[in-house]
């Protein structure tokens, strides 16, 4: 399957490397953190609470950079910065594409579990 788009490859393999045998289970643990996230997500933002958007996103992007998912690492810290300065009109379009971003993601990620 190909990266190009959305990881950094060569973090990618970094990580794969120093992981080892423990590689899968890291991606297992990030999916579903993930699946567990991304209406959480959707609820904050539904519910105008950008504390717990900006969290929510905070961490998402870490998780997401930490496994090499920059492009959604990106959309992320766009949230982010919107909900720490509490501008969430047209959040709903950034969801939208975070949405769609992860799903290419754990797309990948399953590919390799």
Do not use: W
């Not at 289970?25 to 933002?45: F, H, K, N, T, W």
């Not at 950008?50 to 920059?70: C, D, Q, W």
């Not at 969430?88 to 290419?104: N, P, R, S």
Request: hydrophobic content about 40%.
């Amino acid at each position: 399957m190909d990266l190009s788009g959305h990881f950094d490859a060569d973090a990618f393999e970094m990580l794969k490397d120093v992981m080892e045998d423990e590689f899968s289970g890291l991606l297992q643990v990030y999916i579903e953190d993930s699946d567990s996230r991304m209406p959480l997500i959707r609820s904050a933002l539904m519910g105008q609470d950008s504390g717990t958007l900006r969290e929510l996103a905070h961490s998402f992007k870490g998780a997401s950079s930490n496994i090499g998912a920059m492009p959604l690492a990106k959309l992320c810290l766009t949230l982010e910065t919107a909900a720490k300065d509490n501008q969430l009109e047209g959040l709903d379009q950034v969801v939208a594409d975070i949405e769609q971003e992860y799903q290419q993601v754990k797309n990948f990620l399953q590919s390799h579990i």
